[in-house]
Each structure stands twice: as C-alpha cells, then as structure tokens.
C-alpha cells in the first residue's frame, strides 16, 4: 500500500505545481494585457488655425480606450512665446467618447471650423457624426488670454 500512497502525493505535488505554474502565467499574460491598456490614445490631427502670432488652435481626435468605435475631440490652444508655441489650454469637444472615431478620421470629418484673429477670438466647430447622420450643430467657443470658455 505504501508505493500506491507516495504514487498519489507525487501525483498530487506535480498537479499543484502545473496549477501554479498555470496561474503564474496567466498573471503574467494578465498583466500584460492589462498594460496594453494604460498605452497611451491614439490621436489624429483633424484641424489646425493659426491666427496671427497670437494663437495656434488646434483639433485633435483621440481614440477612446475603452471602445474602439468612439473618439473624444481635444481642442488645444497654443500662445507663441520666447520663440515657440506652448500649450496655454485644453477642452474636450463636445462629450468624452461622443464622437466616433472612424468618421472624425476620414475624410470630410470638420464640417466647420471658424476662428478669427480678434481678442476675444471667436471659435466654431461642427463634425462629421456619421456619413449617414451628417454634421453636428456647431459648437461655439471664445479664446481669451489663451484660455477656452464656452460661448
């Protein structure tokens, strides 16, 4: 009987060691693919103004994270000082993830998108929602001092 015992505790030891084996790599397959989320966004340039050497506006799709299908629209406003532009502000365009990313991607994406070179400076925006649906109404904003404020 005894051979037949340590038969079942070898038996025994060499499963749990497969388990955590088993465990230890799927932690690590976990592990990655959860790092695979933290990447950063992916973005595309959809618009850019320059009005004057006051300001450098610009629209920016970013891929949501969490459903391939939706985009956020990043609005950055860039004043131009000691030579270079740098980043005075930022707002988000509408929702975060209300647009969808393949038609703000494509062509025809900006239906509109209006500046002008005056302090306040007035900015409108309208975006392809789909092909089918067609443009949204246009959103209205005003850059003062290098900030956005929604008009």
Same mark, same amino acid.
């Given at each position: 009987?005894?051979?037949?015992?340590?038969?079942?505790?070898?038996?025994?030891?060499?499963?749990?060691?497969?388990?955590?084996?088993?465990?230890? $790599?799927?932690?690590?397959?976990?592990?990655?693919?959860?790092?695979?989320?933290?990447?950063?966004?992916?973005?595309?340039?959809?618009?850019?103004?320059?009005?004057?050497?006051?300001?450098?506006?610009?629209?920016?799709?970013?891929?949501?994270?969490?459903?391939?299908?939706?985009?956020?629209?990043?609005?950055?406003?860039?004043?131009?000082?000691?030579? $270079?532009?740098?980043?005075?502000?930022?707002?988000?365009?509408?929702? $975060?993830?209300?647009?969808?990313?393949?038609?703000?991607?494509?062509?025809? $994406?900006?239906?509109?998108?209006?500046?002008?070179?005056?302090?306040?400076?007035?900015?409108?925006?309208?975006?392809?929602?789909?092909?089918?649906?067609?443009?949204?109404?246009?959103?209205?904003?005003?850059?003062?001092?290098?900030?956005?404020?929604?008009?």
């Amino acid at each position: 009987m005894r051979p037949i015992r340590e038969h079942r505790l070898a038996r025994r030891a060499a499963t749990a060691g497969l388990t955590l084996m088993t465990a230890a $790599a799927l932690g690590t397959a976990g592990a990655t693919a959860s790092s695979a989320h933290t990447a950063a966004p992916q973005t595309q340039q959809i618009a850019s103004s320059v009005l004057g050497s006051t300001y450098k506006i610009t629209l920016t799709a970013v891929r949501s994270t969490q459903d391939e299908y939706a985009a956020s629209v990043r609005m950055q406003v860039y004043t131009h000082s000691t030579g $270079a532009w740098k980043e005075s502000d930022r707002v988000t365009v509408g929702e $975060a993830d209300g647009w969808f990313w393949y038609p703000l991607t494509g062509d025809g $994406a900006v239906c509109e998108f209006s500046t002008a070179s005056t302090e306040p400076a007035p900015v409108a925006v309208s975006l392809t929602i789909t092909p089918s649906i067609g443009c949204s109404g246009s959103l209205h904003y005003v850059v003062k001092q290098g900030k956005v404020y929604a008009d």
